[in-house]
């Protein structure tokens, strides 16, 4: 089945600075590639995703890249702001019917003013 | 508020107890989903369900046992757990695409559970 490494565990950067998540996936099927970020005591929020037709994909002060025959993709968070503090998953999937997303086991952002 | 509501927010039951988590989903989505979230580990799933029918089971333990009723709720009955199985539970659901579940998961909460 589908694995997910995720790196860093943890991520600690000044205001105003960039950061940078990063997963790989061994199953070259999946084709969905979301992002969730998870706020304390809330449950997982959505904030990008890309498909596998894309190699990146912006939304303010956010992107994500894919490279395919890598099978890597990565988060992008430019001009961080401390309300980006929160832990981030990267997740994949093959988009097939009763499918599920797997995901990888977080980044812990912290960012500081 | 993403329109996934579970209850209790929070449970604790000794490992002879027998409780149930309940989600429901008011966005008009077909497939729900239940993971488990424990401290430094991956988002592991558990179960789904697409148009009510179980389609995976990620080799979850018998204790656990899920049920759907509809597209808008699914229940997680516990039974004769183990400490281990503390974790926050959390549901999500998402809309079924033609081609499969490609789309965004939303998820509610979490049930936060503590097995003594």
């Known amino acids: 089945g589908e694995n997910v490494e995720q790196h860093p565990s943890t991520l600690s950067v000044q205001e105003g600075d960039s950061a940078v998540i990063k997963c790989t996936y061994s199953?070259?099927?999946?084709?969905?590639f979301p992002w969730y970020k998870q706020e304390l005591g809330k449950g997982p929020q959505l904030i990008i995703d890309?498909?596998?037709?894309?190699g990146e994909k912006k939304d303010q002060r956010i992107a994500v890249t894919l490279n395919k025959t890598a099978k890597h993709f990565s988060l992008h968070i430019t001009e961080t702001q401390p309300e980006d503090s929160a832990v981030y998953f990267c997740?994949?999937?093959?988009?097939?019917?009763?499918?599920?997303?797997?995901f990888g086991k977080g980044t812990t952002l912290s960012v500081s003013s | 508020e993403t329109g996934v509501t579970q209850t209790p927010r929070h449970l604790v039951m000794g490992m002879t107890n027998k409780k149930s988590l309940k989600c429901e989903q008011h966005?008009?989505?077909?497939?729900m989903y239940w993971y488990k979230q424990s401290a430094k580990k991956p988002l592991e799933l558990m179960f789904v369900?697409?148009?009510?029918?179980?389609?995976e089971n990620n080799s979850v333990p018998s204790r656990f046992s899920p049920e759907c009723p509809n597209s808008s709720h699914l229940f997680l009955h516990l039974h004769t757990l183990q400490p281990e199985d503390s974790a926050l539970y959390l549901c999500?659901?998402?809309?079924?695409?033609?081609?499969?579940?490609?789309?965004?998961?939303?998820f509610g909460e979490g049930s936060r559970l503590t097995v003594l």
């Open positions: 997740a994949a999937s093959k988009g097939q019917a009763g499918t599920a997303l797997i």
């Open positions: 890309i498909r596998s037709n894309v």
């Open positions: 199953d070259s099927a999946s084709n969905y």
């Open positions: 966005l008009g989505h077909n497939a």
């Open positions: 369900y697409n148009f009510k029918e179980q389609t």
């Open positions: 999500a659901s998402s809309q079924d695409s033609s081609g499969g579940n490609t789309g965004e998961l939303f």
